[in-house]
C-alpha cells in the first residue's frame, strides 16, 4: 500500500463500448485489492475487490485482472454506461494496525451518449 | 443493502470553532475510519480505530483532532479549533472483520466549509 497510482486521469468512451482503468502498484508485497467507485458529491462506492492468490475476478458488469509480474491490475467494465461515468481508485490496504487504504488520484471515466 | 450513515452531509462552521462530525458505520463492524478529501485531491487517511483506541493516525491528524465512539452505534470525528485549510469533504468508513482482505465501506461524506 505504499504507492498505488493510475495511468490515465481522464478516459472517455462511447456508451456500450468496454472500459479499461488501469492501475500500477510498487508494493509487491501487496496481496489484496479494491476498486472504488466515486460519483460526484458522494463517498467512494466498493464495487469489486481482489486476492493476489487470483489473477482474475468477476462481478457484474465488471472484472477485474490482477498481473503479479509486471505489479499491475486492471478494471474491465462491460458495455459502458452513462451511470458509470465517476472517478475510479484502485487501493489497497496497508499491513499495519490499522490496515488503511492509500488512494491513488483516479481516473475520470466520461460516457459519451 | 447495510450503508455507513453520516450527519449533517454540510456543515458551514466560523474559523477557530469546534466541530464534530458524526458517523454511524455498519452494524457489527469492527474497524473504523476517517478520511477527507480536499477539493480536487485525492482521498486521504486520517485515523483507524480498533477496539475503543487509535490504531493509526497521518500526520494530518494532529492535536486538533480527536475521535470517539461514545455508544455502541457513533464514531465521531472532533476538530478542536477549526482552520480553513480544515475545509475539505470528510468521509467515514467501516470494515467488517479483523482480516484485512476486507474491504472498507464508505458514507458519502460531510462537506465541511470554514469561512
Known amino acids: 500500500g505504499e504507492s498505488v497510482g493510475l495511468h490515465l486521469p481522464t478516459l472517455s468512451v462511447q456508451e456500450g463500448d468496454n472500459s479499461i482503468i488501469n492501475c500500477a502498484y510498487s508494493n509487491s508485497a501487496s496481496d489484496y485489492f479494491i476498486w472504488y467507485k466515486q460519483e460526484s458529491g458522494k463517498g467512494p462506492q466498493f464495487i469489486i475487490d481482489?486476492?493476489?492468490?487470483?489473477d482474475k475476478r468477476q462481478g457484474q458488469r465488471v472484472t477485474v485482472l490482477l498481473n503479479k509480474t509486471v505489479k499491475h491490475l486492471s478494471l474491465q467494465i462491460a458495455a459502458t454506461q452513462p451511470g458509470d461515468s465517476a472517478v475510479y481508485f484502485c487501493a489497497d490496504p496497508h499491513n499495519n494496525a490499522g490496515n488503511m487504504l492509500t488512494f491513488g488520484g483516479g481516473t475520470r471515466l466520461m460516457v459519451k451518449p | 443493502e447495510p450503508e455507513v450513515t453520516q450527519t449533517p452531509s454540510h456543515q458551514v462552521t466560523q474559523m477557530g470553532q469546534e466541530v464534530i462530525l458524526r458517523c454511524v458505520p455498519i452494524s457489527n463492524h469492527l474497524y473504523f475510519y476517517w478520511y477527507r478529501q480536499i477539493l480536487g485531491q485525492k482521498v486521504e487517511f486520517l485515523v483507524s480505530?480498533?477496539?475503543?483506541?487509535?490504531?493509526?493516525k497521518s500526520e494530518i491528524f494532529d492535536d486538533q483532532f480527536s475521535v470517539e465512539r461514545p455508544d455502541g452505534s457513533n464514531f465521531t470525528l472532533k476538530i478542536r479549533s477549526t482552520k480553513l485549510e480544515d475545509s475539505a469533504m470528510y468521509f467515514c468508513a467501516s470494515r467488517g472483520t479483523v482480516s484485512r482482505n476486507q474491504p472498507q465501506h464508505f458514507g458519502d461524506g460531510t462537506r465541511l466549509s470554514i469561512l
Open positions: 481482489i486476492r493476489s492468490n487470483m
Open positions: 480505530f480498533y477496539n475503543n483506541e487509535i490504531s493509526e
